[in-house]
């Protein structure tokens, strides 16, 4: 009888450290995913204000003016437009 005691008492102490055991990992997953939530949420608002920076950057305004300014690039005159028509594959200057 006493050897099954000592059993009994050893398969309770083994099940009792399983259970600590995988609260312990349970925990750290825990932690682990918080963190990672946190981070997708920190690179959500940095894609978002990278999309309003393209924007800004790219308005129409500004990249006429750097045009101007840096490449010294101008509107082109009406006489020196050119419009290009496309029928049925055949290029056609007008």
Not at 74 to 92: A, C, E, F, H, N
Request: net charge positive; aromatic share 4%.
């Amino acid at each position: 009888m006493a050897r099954l005691n000592v059993l009994l008492l050893v398969l309770v102490i083994a099940c009792a450290l399983g259970v600590v055991t995988s609260q312990h990992k349970a925990r750290k997953l825990f932690v682990e995913l918080q963190k990672e939530k946190d981070r997708a949420q920190q690179m959500d608002v940095e894609w978002g204000q990278l999309q309003l920076e393209q924007g800004t950057l790219a308005m129409p305004a500004r990249v006429e003016k750097l045009a101007n300014r840096l490449l010294q690039m101008q509107m082109p005159q009406p006489k020196q437009v050119r419009y290009i028509r496309l029928d049925s594959g055949m290029v056609t200057l007008q």
